[in-house]
Structure formats: C-alpha cells, structure tokens
C-alpha cells in the first residue's frame, strides 16, 4: 500500500494506491466547527443531493445515470469528530479494467455534477424535494425514542456535557427543521463551498499522476481555508459528585448508559494504553464487564464499553431489567477500581493485543476504513497501520493501570422500561 497526501491549496488530496481491491472509492469531506444550530440544515443538505442535480432531475434517472456506470455509488453522511462536523461524500465504482476504459473518469463527472450542480432554479433548491426530505427527518425526529438504545446514548450525552459538541443530536433538531427552506438552503450550501475545509481521498489501483490531473479538473474549489479551533474536545474534570438520571419509557428492556471521563491523558496514552484498557474492560465477548456482569451475575442482556477518543470519553451501555440496576452498577463500578489496582493478567493483556491486531486486519480489507484511518491522521496525528502494530505490542501493564487511574465515572443515565420481558 501506497500513500501520497498532495495540498492543492483550497484543498488537500490524499492518494492510497492498493491493488487488494476491485473498486476505486473516492471520499470528499466538507468539515467545519460545529455549531448546534446548523447540525438539521446540513442533513438536509447532505440529504438533498442525492435526490436529484440540474442535470438527472430525478431520483430515477439519478439511479438509472448510477447503473449506466457499472452500478456506481454514490452516498453521504454528515458526522461529529470532536470540534467538527464533517459532510462526507463517497463514490465506489469498479475499476475501469472490470468495466471499460473511462468509467472512472466519467464516475467522477456524477459525483462532480451532484455537488457542484444541484437542482437549483432563482437561487433556490427545489421546492418539492425539499419537502420530502423534510417530511422523513421530521417522522425521524418525533420517533426518536423508539430507538430506546441509541435514544439512552443521546440523553446520557446531553446530562454530561450540557452545552458541549458531545451533547448535539446529530439527528437534528425539529426547531431548526422548521426554518429551514429551499433559499436559505441554498444560502448556506453556497456558505459551506466558500468556508468548509475539505480533504479528497482516492483509493484504489490507481495512478497517482493521473488521478492528481483529473481530480484537479473535476473539483476546483477557490478559496483557502484554515484550521480554526482544535479537534479534540477540551479536557475537563470529573464532576465532585456523580450525576445519576433517570427516566422512564414505554419499553421492554431497561437502557443504562455511563460516560467516563478520561482526564490528562498524552496522546501515547490515548492511542495505545487507553485502546487496550477499553478492551480488557468492555471491548469484547471476553472483556471484565461481559465475563462478570453478564456471563457470572446474569445482570444484563448485553454490556459493552467503547472509547470516544477525540471526546476524552468512555461509554459503558448496558440492556439491563429495572430491578438489577443497582447491583449492575454496583459490579460496574467494582471492576473500574479493580482495573486502577491491575486486577487483570498477563493473558488478559495478550489476548486484547491479539484482538487489536486482527480489528487491524479486518480494517486492511475496507476501503472506507483504511481512509478512515488516514483521515485520523490527518485530524490528530495518528500513526501508520505498521507502527501501531509496533507501539500496541510494547504497552506494559503498569501503563494501562495508569491510564485506568485517568478513568472516572461522570454521569450515570438509566433509560427504565415499563416492564421486564425480554425483548
């Protein structure tokens, strides 16, 4: 595997050239600092451009245009990194060899068309496309608590941090929903082209002369931008006294969601010690809370705990009935002090090594997540595929108890159902 990273100016270009795979992706990225009320207006526009351009005015002959190209792909997403929201574009197509000599290039005349030449009439978007879309976040939106796990996440979140970019909805908000119309729509796509720093990758069996030239051709942007605030979030103290919260929901099964504060940590620590301390504790079928909570107590259904790096965060999520909450968060708690005093062993250590290096394998035969990871490095500097396998086989015990010691309970949010059946 190849890599090239090429700062164009208004843009910057990174190359992956690998030949592990039959399709080309390209993801282009629009990231600025987060603000709470812009989160709804950028899924709207994140939404919109897949519904129809100035050219294929349609969503059908948008999908027709896709099967003409060897069945292209064209999808988006609009996600928080730390500080950042970042409006992704991804485009996977067959390379030209298992099709014909310039689908590629013609793949990226689609994906150029839909950003740079939306269905817009007087400076507005369309109208009607417009309204679907709202229709279906506002369905979304108002159904928000039929999914109690993920809606268990979202209040954890805003009880922790309040007013921090950890706490957004990155559903979207119905308040915003409603002032949002096809001009202001436009206003704000036209704002996110001038403002938005943005980063190309292209992965594939590529040439990298050849895809520079065409990428320069196809996606001109004029503006230079700059890095304005940090990515990862502020690091702020555990709370004196734990905030428990509790409400109360027309559900099956009770949600308990924890958020962890991690605290000082270097950037060595979090890359490394702190991954491997997350798996001992919660990262897999053989961490501490799955063996204990779950396997030996029969407290809960399932348990998991994953880092959220870049928030200075561990989640601890657990489906768990109403009357085992105090004793599940009574062992929870038991094994976070049992991992500050190094209650784990020598197999306990080689076994999470051994699980992060296949989650590295399995990430050497994704195409978003290999990008994925040289996306990371870009935001925050982290290291290679090869030199994190290097640095994670040399963590010590003694620098995960350290880290464990960094690790304090914050807020404590149980989402009751009404009843226990299984669900």
């Not at 730390?82 to 014909?100: A, I, P, Q, R, S």
């Not at 309204?131 to 369905?139: E, L, Q, R």
Request: glycine share 4%; with cysteine; net charge positive.
């Amino acid at each position: 595997m190849k890599y090239s990273k090429k700062d164009l100016g208004s843009y910057k270009l990174h190359l992956i050239k690998t030949n592990k795979f039959k399709t080309i992706t390209v993801r282009i990225t629009f990231r600025s600092p987060i603000i709470k009320e812009e989160i709804t207006i950028r899924n709207m526009l994140c939404d919109i451009f897949t519904q129809s351009s100035k050219k294929y005015k349609t969503k059908r002959e948008l999908t027709i245009k896709a099967q003409d190209l060897y069945a292209v792909d064209i999808t988006t997403s609009n996600v928080r990194l730390g500080n950042y929201t970042n409006m992704n574009f991804y485009l996977n197509t067959l390379h030209d060899k298992y099709t014909e000599p310039g689908n590629f290039k013609e793949a990226l005349d689609f994906l150029s068309e839909i950003i740079f030449n939306p269905d817009i009439t007087d400076d507005k978007f369309n109208k009607e496309k417009l309204d679907i879309i709202k229709a279906a976040c506002k369905s979304s939106l108002s159904s928000i608590k039929e999914d109690a796990s993920n809606y268990s996440l979202i209040r954890m979140f805003e009880e922790l941090d309040k007013d921090r970019p950890s706490s957004y909805r990155m559903v979207g908000y119905l308040e915003d929903l409603d002032k949002i119309d096809e001009k202001n729509l436009y206003t704000y796509y036209k704002k996110m082209l001038k403002t938005n720093l943005v980063d190309i990758f292209v992965i594939g069996d590529i040439d990298f002369e050849e895809v520079t030239e065409l990428i320069k051709k196809k996606f001109q942007f004029k503006t230079l931008k700059k890095q304005r605030i940090p990515y990862i979030l502020e690091d702020i103290k555990t709370r004196g006294k734990r905030l428990f919260v509790k409400e109360t929901i027309n559900t099956n099964q009770s949600k308990l969601a924890i958020g962890c504060r991690t605290h000082e940590l270097s950037d060595y620590e979090r890359n490394y010690p702190l991954t491997l301390y997350n798996l001992i504790l919660g990262g897999y079928s053989d961490s501490k809370l799955f063996q204990e909570v779950r396997e030996k107590n029969s407290l809960c259904y399932v348990i998991n705990s994953v880092p959220n790096k870049l928030d200075n965060l561990i989640i601890i999520r657990a489906g768990i009935d109403k009357e085992n909450y105090k004793k599940t968060l009574s062992l929870i708690d038991k094994i976070l002090i049992d991992m500050k005093k190094g209650k784990f062993t020598d197999e306990d250590l080689k076994t999470a090594k051994e699980y992060y290096n296949t989650a590295l394998d399995e990430l050497e035969e994704s195409q978003t997540r290999i990008i994925d990871n040289y996306y990371m490095s870009e935001l925050i500097g982290t290291d290679s595929i090869e030199i994190k396998r290097k640095k994670i086989a040399k963590v010590t015990k003694e620098e995960i108890i350290k880290v464990a010691k960094k690790v304090k309970m914050d807020t404590v949010f149980l989402l009751e159902g009404d009843n226990n059946e299984r669900d």
